[in-house]
């Protein structure tokens, strides 16, 4: 009986701190109910159960879920906010592993996701967190994927403590600018946040290079030699193109970087350097607010990389100003100066009255988001930065046609590019070519001369690629090269969901008309 009881209350807790850690996107979709209907197999439970991609591409199921949805702070977006009149509740680290060891034996999930409101203190919830994952690293004996939150203003020492036992670990950033983070998150502060993620950085590199492994695993910012050397590689392989010269700069770092430091000032932040010699882990776990018996220390771990599916952060889009051009730039120093494994953006959703946020009801900008997401993979596989994209002048993606296809149409001058004769990095720049698409064309060709019907069946979609390629010297239809021509035609090809948006007006591009004159080229 005490067992049913048992089990009712932590399904009870499970089915509110699952809902509410519903808004944490750094570990992807959520799920849904779905019951058995006793015909077909399977079913869904929506509590807890999310989606994330292993670096290999697999895709795993994972138990989301927040410790606790108390919280200390009043950030103004927040649906667990303090001043929320909501329903609270709070595992004990012991419920958590039972739940995850069950859900774990009954194949529902192969790992957790552990976010939190903050209880007491940040040091406090921070070892809440370590002793739950301790309990499963040990007495549970899980030794699955485990994502964990850090709480910005935890101490540096339970930190480390929690990185030698989770594989990945996630500090939001929660706002795309510093500014922004003070106008609505008035508890939490900028070292706080950039402090833990500085420090899970330097982790990562010590431990990798305790285990005699260099790389951070970073698909794309290897490290900053190696980054520069490939935007060096990239920058020759532009240079050889006619008129290279009209067109934007490859490199302009600067500026990107000029636009990161005005939002979030990273180089205040302490080097690797100073981070180690002021880190002595000798110190006593300084969790002072609770008894710190249960919690059994062990820095050694000699067989433990520390975090070895590196670190992510979120920012919340929409709920302040920032312009894309922000966004990027910031995005790109994360992942150029906290060598972060990913950055994810959430649309803002308006869940609490709050004359400084957007109107309730007013949609969240999931295009925006959409666009964001597709930039982000330029950034990252694609050689792109933040100040190619975007500008001061020009701060935000157009929302109608991808970024890739929105920078193709503003340097027409580029193109077209002779599939047949073009290197990996300028395939790479054609909309509607991508990684594994521009490799094969790079081994086809030694062997045949290709066409247009040669590189559809390799990836290549074509009604995009279109007006920037040639093959053997023709391009597909008689195309002008003109932008707001082929800006239309663009848009044309989007699906008619992605045409909406986020700020509630359509297609600022003219529709196609059997009477214009420019469709009868
Ligand atoms: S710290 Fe802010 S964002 Fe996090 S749970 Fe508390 S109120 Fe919500």
Redesign the pocket.
């Given at each position: 009986m005490t067992n049913i009881m048992q089990m009712n209350g932590i399904m009870e807790k499970l089915t509110i701190l699952s809902d509410a850690a519903k808004y944490d996107v750094a570990c992807t979709s959520s799920g849904v109910h779905r019951g058995g209907d006793g015909k077909n197999i399977g079913n869904a439970f929506a509590s807890g159960i999310c989606h994330a991609f292993t670096g290999d591409g697999r895709c795993i199921s994972l138990l989301k879920i927040l410790f606790t949805?108390e919280?200390?702070?009043?950030?103004k977006?927040?649906?667990?906010?303090?001043s929320n009149d909501n329903r609270r509740a709070t595992f004990t680290p012991d419920e958590v592993c039972q739940l995850t060891v069950e859900f774990y034996r009954r194949n529902y999930i192969e790992g957790l996701f552990l976010s939190?409101?903050?209880i007491k203190s940040p040091d406090y919830t921070m070892g809440l967190l370590y002793e739950t994952l301790f309990l499963l690293r040990t007495k549970y004996r899980f030794n699955g994927y485990v994502h964990i939150k850090g709480i910005p203003g935890a101490s540096a020492d339970v930190i480390e403590m929690v990185g030698y036992l989770a594989d990945r670990m996630s500090v939001n950033l929660?706002l795309p600018t510093a500014e922004g983070l003070r106008q609505v998150?008035p508890?939490?502060v900028r070292k706080n946040i950039l402090s833990p993620m500085r420090q899970i950085q330097n982790g990562i590199k010590e431990s990798r290079q305790t285990h005699g492994v260099t790389s951070m695993k970073s698909r794309v910012y290897i490290d900053e030699k190696s980054y520069y050397n490939q935007l060096a590689e990239m920058r020759d392989s532009y240079a050889r193109l006619q008129d290279y010269q009209k067109g934007v700069k490859a490199i302009r770092q600067k500026n990107a970087d000029a636009v990161a430091e005005q939002s979030w000032n990273f180089t205040q932040m302490q080097t690797a350097e100073t981070v180690a010699k002021k880190n002595n882990i000798a110190q006593n776990f300084p969790v002072s607010n609770r008894s710190t018996s249960q919690i059994t220390r062990n820095l050694s771990y000699p067989d433990r990389y520390f975090v070895p599916a590196g670190q992510s952060t979120q920012m919340i889009i929409g709920a302040t100003g920032e312009s894309d051009y922000q966004i990027m730039s910031v995005t790109e120093a994360l992942y150029r100066k906290f060598e972060m494994k990913r950055v994810f953006y959430s649309a803002f959703i308006n869940v609490n009255e709050d004359a400084s946020l957007p109107a309730i009801g007013k949609k969240p900008p999931l295009l925006r988001e959409h666009r964001l997401y597709q930039a982000d993979f330029l950034l990252r596989f694609y050689g792109f930065q933040a100040d190619e994209l975007l500008s001061e002048k020009n701060p935000n993606f157009n929302e109608q046609i991808d970024p890739k296809c929105d920078w193709a149409v503003h340097h027409l001058e580029l193109f077209p590019v002779e599939i047949n004769k073009a290197d990996y990095y300028t395939l790479l720049r054609v909309p509607g070519i991508g990684t594994k698409s521009a490799k094969r064309i790079l081994s086809a060709r030694r062997h045949a001369t290709l066409d247009f019907s040669d590189i559809k069946k390799m990836g290549v979609v074509l009604k995009r690629a279109l007006y920037f390629i040639t093959c053997k010297g023709k391009m597909m239809y008689q195309t002008r090269m003109e932008e707001n021509y082929i800006t239309r035609h663009l848009t044309y090809n989007e699906k008619p969901a992605e045409m909406f948006l986020s700020d509630g007006t359509t297609s600022g591009y003219e529709q196609f008309s059997l009477f214009d004159p420019q469709y009868h080229l």
């Open positions: 949805n919280c200390i702070y009043d950030c977006y927040c649906v667990n906010r303090s939190s409101g903050i929660e998150a508890n939490k």
